[in-house]
């Protein structure tokens, strides 16, 4: 069926480094969601991204579409302790806007 | 609002027995969708509905029965539990319709089946 490849698995940063995930797909999307799961909390919806080459910025967090609307990014600048977190990106499977399918997500540590 | 709530927050449960995970939200939301998470996998869609009296499948749905007798519930039921089940669980409403669809998560069911 179809996936969503999120790299990378885990990051571990120093405090004000700056930090990338990356979501690919074999196929084009009609839209990606972006949701941050804190430890121990639920996941929390970010951010949507449904045109090519879109590009959206929430302070230090900036998401992007690709133009062929097969991957994504989310790019936090000078990442804070309150970054940690498990990010997810999600897109419609096949089955469509009903089936959401999950990417593995990526865990971010930041070291003070 | 509420919002999403789940009950229990913690399940320890024998191989064999059953339960129902219970779900539900106050957002007059159409859409309900159950997961569970599982370290390193993401977010696995169970079963879903887009409202009261309509249920489907989704990517792992074995094991596992849903009904929705009205758009606030949304109970999950585990019919004979196996330790393949321990995992957490999520469920989540969206308003229906469109192509925006932000869902909103419940805090989660840990169930460890022995």
């Known amino acids: 069926g179809q996936q969503v490849m999120q790299i990378p698995q885990y990051q571990h940063v120093q405090e004000g480094e700056d930090f990338t995930t990356y979501c690919n797909s074999s196929t084009t999307l009609s839209n990606i969601q972006w949701y941050k799961q804190r430890p121990g909390g639920h996941p929390v919806f970010l951010i949507q991204l449904v045109k090519s080459g879109e590009v959206k910025k929430q302070k230090r967090l900036t998401f992007q579409f690709g133009e062929a609307k097969k991957n994504s990014s989310l790019h936090i600048t000078a990442t804070q302790t309150t970054d940690v977190g498990t990010y997810f990106c999600?897109?419609?499977?096949?089955?469509?806007?009903?089936?959401?399918?999950f990417g593995a997500g990526t865990r971010l540590a930041v070291h003070p | 609002n509420a919002g999403v709530t789940q009950t229990p927050k913690f399940q320890v449960l024998k191989t064999g027995q059953s339960m129902t995970l219970q779900c539900a939200q106050d957002m007059n939301h159409e859409y309900m969708s159950w997961y569970r998470q599982d370290p390193g996998m993401g977010l696995r869609l169970i079963h879903y509905?887009?409202?009261?009296?309509?249920?489907d499948q989704g990517e792992v749905p074995n094991g596992y029965n849903v009904s929705r007798s009205t758009t606030e519930d949304f109970p999950l039921r585990l019919l004979s539990a196996a330790p393949s089940q321990t995992s957490v669980y999520f469920c989540?409403?969206?308003?229906?319709?469109?192509?925006?669809?932000?869902?909103?998560f419940g805090p989660g069911t840990r169930l460890t089946v022995l």
């Open positions: 509905s887009v409202g009261a009296g309509i249920t």
């Open positions: 989540a409403s969206r308003p229906d319709g469109g192509l925006y669809n932000e869902q909103f």
């Open positions: 999600a897109a419609p499977g096949s089955g469509g806007y009903n089936k959401l399918i």
